[in-house]
């Protein structure tokens, strides 16, 4: 049976672990101590016999819901883990009161594109800036 739970701090290793096998880029701890002062009920994991299994990032700045990091453990992918951990990660944007939730998915990945779509997200023709900023000193 499959549980999703809020990120706890013992979950770190298993996270990245996955993140690394899922081909994601792994955030360093610091930088999730930073965003868990915000909103630390938005980071889920989900966990099969006492393992990770999939994990989610959402983040939401009070107007828009943002869904970040979704990975499944590639063994056991096709088994509705995502869906579990994006349906609770969206009830848990209702009871902040968020009004939309935006992600950003590789215009080449098909796949991933069908699967947000079958959950009723749909791509807009926005065109994502980026600018990288100083560390603090």
């Given at each position: 049976m499959i549980g999703v739970r809020q990120f706890r701090w013992p979950d770190y290793d298993a996270v990245a672990e996955l993140w690394k096998s899922a081909g994601r880029d792994v955030?360093?701890?610091?930088?999730?101590?930073?965003?868990?002062?915000?909103?630390?009920?938005?980071?889920?994991v989900a966990e099969a016999d006492e393992a990770?299994?999939?994990v989610v990032l959402g983040t939401?700045?009070?107007?828009?819901?943002?869904?970040?990091?979704?990975?499944?453990?590639p063994t056991r992918r096709?088994?509705?883990i995502a869906?579990?951990?994006?349906?609770?990660l969206e009830q848990r944007f209702t009871?902040?009161?968020?009004?939309?939730?935006?992600?950003?998915?590789?215009?080449?990945?098909d796949g991933a594109l069908r699967f947000w779509q079958a959950l009723g997200?749909?791509?807009?023709?926005?065109?994502?800036?980026?600018?990288?900023?100083?560390?603090?000193r």
């Open positions: 955030l360093s701890r610091h930088e999730l101590e930073t965003k868990l002062l915000r909103d630390p009920q938005l980071f889920l990770v299994v999939g939401y700045d009070g107007r828009r819901g943002w869904i970040l990091r979704l990975a499944v453990d096709r088994h509705g869906t579990r951990l994006i349906g609770e009871a902040l009161g968020c009004p939309r939730v935006n992600l950003l998915v590789l215009p080449e990945d997200y749909l791509p807009f023709p926005d065109v994502l800036c980026s600018k990288p900023m100083a560390a603090p």
